[in-house]
């Protein structure tokens, strides 16, 4: 029976199977625009097929859509109940600019001791460690005492409906674990010679908010026969701008900033001059802190108008909103109503896009995702912060199933995790995060599923 250490070292003998195998996940552009015809991700899915099964391993494709299939895989094991779930995603962003683009996004360009390319981060590498976890482990003989799997969803950047939206929904029997680790919420920070990690424990909600203010039309030389709506939206634009939204600390994530020099209780009272504080030693603390402590309504669309010479009838203000766990849609219409109550003519319209998640800290899967880490980091002393993330993942469909889900990635701390740039121009992964990742995958998989009927 191989031990847990000498997989692990087989991880540093893979760097050049791991590597090849982002790369040949770049090269495949499964680029989802929102707009079908989209996504292609069959052609991922059937990439991921043939590679397990070059190591014996069978898998499952399904979708609503021939070209959109979704990649189910289970890991041979004695019990068929499925402790664990690897989670991740098959479709990228569009590229913006590719003038601006360092190598081509399609490339998988190696380049400093990382692997460029559009959805070689996001999510690709999340998928390359859970893919050689699984290669690994057969290739010792390895049979599971607990069931686990490896779903990889096609269309995540447009909210999943044709991926673990749709699987949640009409085959939760395929998607059934106790316990999922996923992408999101999982940042690594050294403060003062400790290392820092987090573990993706929730998500604020979205919604989509659409502000109508009506006016009347009429021509433009004489603006005083109608009523022009761009008065109405300017100072709907202002309310926006001063609102100050409530300032919450109770989310889990408040209690860990003593670790970053933050001795005090953090709440409404002292949280500007404590935010200017972090904002010096841990800019990215800071920015969390900020999004985790309150509900934030920015306006990001404006359509309106039909001419130049004609006072416009209506005028449309598109708002982002993100909610806390606790903000609930009355608190929400409540302060709509009250940026909005001095605005004539104006309705609104409101979408929830997705609910606010979260599953518990306290798990075994949190205990497996510490004690990976303190092997293969070598470090007992690491700190751990529960942490929300104030993005969307796949992980609202299956928390809502009642699998606790977490994110967590494994990256190596060493790396430069400013050169990301998920969803940007020049996206890339550090080789070491790709190692460390996939260690990561192959240790929690191991602690969850071995030994332990
Ligand atoms: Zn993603």
Redesign the pocket.
């Given at each position: 029976m191989s031990s847990l250490q000498s997989l692990i070292d087989q991880v540093d003998d893979s760097i050049n199977e791991i590597i090849h195998m982002n790369q040949e996940l770049i090269k495949i552009p499964s680029i989802n625009t929102g707009y079908m015809p989209t996504g292609n991700e069959t052609l991922v899915a059937e990439f991921l097929r043939d590679s397990l099964l070059d190591d014996g391993i069978s898998s499952n494709l399904i979708g609503r859509d021939p070209k959109r299939k979704n990649f189910i895989s289970d890991y041979p094991s004695i019990s068929d109940k499925t402790k664990l779930m690897f989670m991740?995603?098959t479709d990228v962003v569009p590229v913006e600019n590719e003038e601006k683009w360092k190598f081509d996004p399609f490339s998988g360009t190696i380049h400093e001791g990382r692997v460029y390319g559009r959805g070689s981060n996001?999510?690709k590498a999340l998928l390359t460690t859970q893919m050689m976890a699984f290669k690994i482990l057969k290739r010792n003989n390895i049979t599971l005492d607990y069931g686990l799997k490896l779903v990889s969803g096609a269309d995540?950047?447009h909210g999943g409906k044709w991926g673990f939206r749709w699987l949640a929904e009409k085959h939760p029997e395929l998607i059934t674990s106790d316990y999922a680790i996923n992408?999101?919420g999982s940042v690594s920070i050294q403060a003062d010679n400790k290392l820092i990690l987090s573990i993706g424990v929730g998500e604020k909600g979205r919604l989509e908010l659409k502000f109508k203010i009506k006016g009347e039309s009429g021509h433009a030389s004489t603006p005083w026969m109608g009523k022009n709506a761009s008065f109405q939206l300017g100072k709907l634009l202002k309310n926006l701008e001063d609102y100050k939204p409530e300032i919450i600390t109770t989310l889990p994530f408040f209690s860990h900033l003593h670790n970053f020099g933050i001795e005090e209780k953090i709440d409404s009272s002292n949280f500007d001059k404590l935010i200017d504080r972090l904002d010096k030693s841990y800019p990215l603390v800071s920015s969390l802190s900020k999004a985790l402590s309150q509900m934030l309504i920015t306006p990001t669309m404006v359509q309106g108008g039909i001419k130049s010479n004609s006072i416009p009838e209506e005028i449309i203000l598109t708002c982002d909103i993100r909610n806390l766990p606790f903000q609930k849609i009355d608190y929400i219409i409540s302060e709509i109503e009250k940026i909005s109550q001095d605005i004539d003519g104006l309705t609104y319209d409101l979408e929830y896009m997705s609910d606010p998640n979260e599953s518990k800290f306290d798990s075994a899967l949190a205990d497996a995702i510490i004690e990976s880490q303190s092997i293969i980091q070598n470090n007992k002393e690491i700190k751990w912060i529960p942490l929300h993330s104030p993005g969307f993942?796949d992980s609202t469909y299956t928390r809502r199933l009642g699998i606790t889900t977490y994110g967590f990635y494994g990256s190596d701390p060493q790396d430069d995790a400013t050169l990301n740039n998920?969803h940007g121009t020049n996206e890339s992964i550090g080789i070491a995060s790709l190692i460390s990742g996939t260690k990561s995958m192959l240790a929690i998989a191991y602690i969850m599923c071995m030994n332990k009927l």
């Amino acid at each position: 029976m191989s031990s847990l250490q000498s997989l692990i070292d087989q991880v540093d003998d893979s760097i050049n199977e791991i590597i090849h195998m982002n790369q040949e996940l770049i090269k495949i552009p499964s680029i989802n625009t929102g707009y079908m015809p989209t996504g292609n991700e069959t052609l991922v899915a059937e990439f991921l097929r043939d590679s397990l099964l070059d190591d014996g391993i069978s898998s499952n494709l399904i979708g609503r859509d021939p070209k959109r299939k979704n990649f189910i895989s289970d890991y041979p094991s004695i019990s068929d109940k499925t402790k664990l779930m690897f989670m991740s995603h098959t479709d990228v962003v569009p590229v913006e600019n590719e003038e601006k683009w360092k190598f081509d996004p399609f490339s998988g360009t190696i380049h400093e001791g990382r692997v460029y390319g559009r959805g070689s981060n996001d999510c690709k590498a999340l998928l390359t460690t859970q893919m050689m976890a699984f290669k690994i482990l057969k290739r010792n003989n390895i049979t599971l005492d607990y069931g686990l799997k490896l779903v990889s969803g096609a269309d995540e950047e447009h909210g999943g409906k044709w991926g673990f939206r749709w699987l949640a929904e009409k085959h939760p029997e395929l998607i059934t674990s106790d316990y999922a680790i996923n992408e999101g919420g999982s940042v690594s920070i050294q403060a003062d010679n400790k290392l820092i990690l987090s573990i993706g424990v929730g998500e604020k909600g979205r919604l989509e908010l659409k502000f109508k203010i009506k006016g009347e039309s009429g021509h433009a030389s004489t603006p005083w026969m109608g009523k022009n709506a761009s008065f109405q939206l300017g100072k709907l634009l202002k309310n926006l701008e001063d609102y100050k939204p409530e300032i919450i600390t109770t989310l889990p994530f408040f209690s860990h900033l003593h670790n970053f020099g933050i001795e005090e209780k953090i709440d409404s009272s002292n949280f500007d001059k404590l935010i200017d504080r972090l904002d010096k030693s841990y800019p990215l603390v800071s920015s969390l802190s900020k999004a985790l402590s309150q509900m934030l309504i920015t306006p990001t669309m404006v359509q309106g108008g039909i001419k130049s010479n004609s006072i416009p009838e209506e005028i449309i203000l598109t708002c982002d909103i993100r909610n806390l766990p606790f903000q609930k849609i009355d608190y929400i219409i409540s302060e709509i109503e009250k940026i909005s109550q001095d605005i004539d003519g104006l309705t609104y319209d409101l979408e929830y896009m997705s609910d606010p998640n979260e599953s518990k800290f306290d798990s075994a899967l949190a205990d497996a995702i510490i004690e990976s880490q303190s092997i293969i980091q070598n470090n007992k002393e690491i700190k751990w912060i529960p942490l929300h993330s104030p993005g969307f993942t796949d992980s609202t469909y299956t928390r809502r199933l009642g699998i606790t889900t977490y994110g967590f990635y494994g990256s190596d701390p060493q790396d430069d995790a400013t050169l990301n740039n998920i969803h940007g121009t020049n996206e890339s992964i550090g080789i070491a995060s790709l190692i460390s990742g996939t260690k990561s995958m192959l240790a929690i998989a191991y602690i969850m599923c071995m030994n332990k009927l």
